[in-house]
Nanobody, 128 residues
Framework: DVQLQASGGGFVQTGGSLTLSCAAS????????IAWFRQAPGKEREGVSL????????SYINSVKDRFTISCDNGKNTVFLRMNNLEPEDTAVYYCAARMNRRGYNTNWLRSGAYEYWGQGTQVTVSS
């Protein structure tokens, strides 16, 4: 069975840090791209960051660039999202998602519909 297990969320003050983890199983990890999405109350789910596990290439939305870092440990089939200098606007449920890497034919990574598998979400709350 495919599983994406997200963890690491919590409650922090503005300027604090958290590291989210996404443990994957049931599919060939290095053939996939893994993304983090988030959804705040009353808002649509939005893509935050993407990593291509085969080569470590990364993408970020502008609002988290220079604050968040995505990485992966292929030996443990795990993707991390290190979040520094957190802001109240980062408060959301964070989800990891996986899609097959179609090398050169990947669609826009920001589209949630482009992903085959989703984790259950982990809550991040940043107080002002």
């Amino acid at each position: 069975d495919v599983q994406l297990q997200a963890s690491g969320g919590g409650f922090v003050q503005t300027g604090g840090s958290l590291t989210l983890s996404c443990a994957a199983s049931g599919f060939p990890f290095e053939d996939y791209q893994i993304a983090w999405f988030r959804q705040a109350p009353g808002k649509e789910r939005e893509g935050v960051s993407l990593i291509t596990t085969s080569d470590g290439s990364q993408s970020y939305i502008n609002s988290v660039k220079d604050r968040f870092t995505i990485s992966c440990d292929n030996g443990k089939n795990t993707v991390f999202l290190r979040m520094n200098n957190l802001e109240p606007e980062d408060t959301a449920v964070y989800y990891c998602a996986a899609r097959m890497n179609r090398r050169g034919y990947n669609t826009n990574w920001l589209r949630s519909g482009a992903y085959e598998y989703w984790g259950q979400g982990t809550q991040v709350t940043v107080s002002s």
